[in-house]
């Protein structure tokens, strides 16, 4: 069971309908659960600002391009 400011995320578009999917994060500690996959530096960003980086596993390998 989650509690209340648990981090989540969720598909907020339709799956398998568009060329970009968009995940949404909501939470305490989401940006961090985050920035370990992300390429960049998330937790020293602004907010409202869209980002580039790669999504990667924890071995390193890239998954995706992201914003």
Request: negative net charge; charged residues 20%; aromatic residues 6%.
């Amino acid at each position: 069971m989650n509690n209340i400011g648990d981090p989540i995320c969720a598909l907020a578009t339709p799956q398998g309908i568009g060329a970009i999917g968009i995940i949404r994060t909501s939470g305490e500690g989401s940006i961090a659960l985050v920035d370990r996959c992300f390429s960049g530096n998330l937790l020293n960003s602004e907010s409202h600002k869209s980002y580039f980086g790669l999504f990667k596993s924890e071995n390193g390998e890239v998954i995706d391009e992201v914003l």
